[in-house]
Every structure is written in structure tokens, then in C-alpha cells.
């Protein structure tokens, strides 16, 4: 729920289309959240459109690898309290049904997705803005990059999943500290504890995004969906629970056609040609 700063009189156009772009090349999908005079903060509809995005690319086919990136000095500043999604009288439990409904389920669609998602992150990134980041299932960070647990500045709860994901990154005690103080985290320092997993200057942050979803994009994408599910899930239950849904992944993977084509790859001594298939 973080608030952005005052918007300037000749902000552009805040359609969601236009805040949150998007395109495809070769098998990667790019967002870009373009809304730089708000340090990139997330109305309601910029966030539903967002969301929506994610589960679209989850089901097409074209789509083998996602970047999540943004525009101008903040990569999210959070959310736009300012922007819309309620208004009028508040009544015991619209605050939990907003959280649900909105910061929870963002950073929800990103764990959810189907394809590798690549956070490039390149500037602040504060309260649930870098929740979004650190629920991307890579995370390459700008040397002018920071992320800040800015919750506890305003007398706030974390939310967006915060206190789900930090400990599971970087432990309980750390995730604590990050938290209890809202001190701002230099990119370097989050490669450090090992929220990052890797800092690079900034004018390299488009590059090696893009070599890492080329990666991506041309590797085995059920495997790897199947792949980012067990390690997703695994930090949630016991071991008999993650040897089972292992083997119940294997299973299904080795009915894809890029499974084949691995194996045969293999045999045949060449690289294999992987389709997402």
C-alpha cells in the first residue's frame, strides 16, 4: 500500500495500456511499467491489467519467457493510493478484501505464471513494488537499484506477500531487520544476502535481461514451468509431499515433445532444438 509522490499536471496518458506496455520478441514477452513522474506506483487498473497480462502469457503459446521491467529512476514505488480501486464510507474488512483482491493477487499472478519471469530492475523498488520484483523467479538489478521495506515508515503492516517471501530469501532474522526498519537496500548489498541474482551497471540491465529470457525462451518451457512449480512449492510442505509431486512432474514432463527431443539430442551427441511443446 505505498503511496506514490504528487502526480504533475501534464502527467501523460494513465490508461493501463499505456502504463503497462507490453510486447513479444523471439518468445519473450516484455512489460514495462511506464508511468515515470510516479515512480512507476500501480493504480487498481494498472494493476488488473498487469495480472491479466500474466495469466495470458501463461496460455500462449508464443510466449516462452517474460520480463518484467519499467521506466525512469523507480522500477515501483508501490501502489497509487491516489488512483482509484474504492472511495466512500470504509466498513470492517474492505482493508483485507482490498489487500486480497489486489496487492496479493499481483504478486500471486507472477509466482503463478507459467513462464520464467525476469525482474530488471532498474531503480527503487519500495513496499509492494519490490515484493514484485522478489516474487520474479530471477532477479538482475541495476547498480543504481534499491529496495525498501517502506511499510514500517508509514505505521504499516508489510503486505503483498512480504513477510511469505523475505524469510523464505533470506531467512527470518534478516527478513525481520529488513522490515522493523525500512532501511533502504542498495542493489549490491541485496546480491549480498541473496535476494538479487545479479547486479550490473546500468547501462547493461536491457542486455543481459535479454540474454538471460534468450535462455530462457529457448529451453524446454514445461519443463521449466513444472520446474518453478516443485521450487515454489517445496517451501511450503515436507519432504514426502515434494519427493511425490517431483516424480507426479517427471511424469508429465516426459510426455512433451521437447522431452523427447532432449533425450534424443543426447543420444544423438547434438544440441537439442527445444519448441515449448
Known amino acids: 500500500m505505498t503511496p506514490a509522490g504528487p502526480e504533475r499536471a501534464d502527467a501523460p496518458d494513465e490508461s493501463p ?3 503497462v506496455r507490453h510486447r513479444t520478441e523471439g518468445g519473450t514477452a516484455w512489460i514495462t511499467l511506464d508511468r515515470p513522474h510516479a515512480m512507476n506506483a500501480l493504480t487498481w487498473d494498472h494493476r488488473e491489467h498487469l495480472i491479466a497480462l500474466l495469466d495470458g502469457f501463461s496460455a500462449d503459446p508464443g510466449v516462452r519467457a517474460v520480463v518484467l521491467t519499467a521506466t525512469g529512476r523507480g522500477f515501483c514505488a508501490g501502489a497509487d493510493l491516489k488512483g482509484g480501486g474504492g472511495g466512500g464510507e470504509r466498513v470492517p474488512g474492505d482493508v483485507a478484501r482490498t489487500i486480497r483482491r489486489g496487492a496479493q493477487r499481483l504478486v500471486s499472478a507472477v509466482l503463478d505464471c507459467e513462464k520464467p519471469v525476469v525482474a530488471a530492475v532498474n531503480g527503487t523498488a519500495a513496499g509492494i513494488g519490490s515484493h514484485l520484483a522478489l516474487a520474479c523467479d530471477l532477479v538482475i538489478a541495476s547498480d543504481r537499484a534499491k529496495f525498501t521495506e517502506v511499510f514500517v515508515r508509514r505505521g504499516l503492516v508489510p503486505d503483498g506477500g512480504g513477510a511469505y517471501l523475505l524469510p523464505r530469501l533470506v531467512g527470518p532474522q534478516k527478513a525481520k531487520e529488513l522490515m522493523f526498519f525500512g532501511d533502504s ?3 549490491a548489498e541485496a546480491e549480498r544476502m541473496g535476494l538479487v541474482n545479479r547486479v550490473v551497471p546500468a547501462d547493461e540491465l536491457e542486455k543481459t535481461a535479454r540474454e538471460w529470457a534468450d535462455r530462457l525462451a529457448s529451453g524446454p518451457t ?7 512449480r516443485l521450487v515454489n512449492d517445496s517451501l511450503d510442505g ?5 519427493f511425490e509431486a517431483e516424480a507426479q512432474a517427471q511424469e508429465i514432463n516426459m510426455t512433451t515433445a521437447d522431452a523427447a527431443e532432449g533425450v534424443t539430442a543426447f543420444v544423438e551427441r547434438r544440441a537439442p532444438h527445444y519448441r515449448g511443446r
Open 185 to 187: 537496500l542498495p542493489a
Open 238 to 242: 515436507g519432504r514426502s509431499g515434494a
Open 222 to 228: 514445461r519443463a521449466l514451468a513444472l520446474t518453478k
Open 17 to 19: 495500456e499505456h502504463v
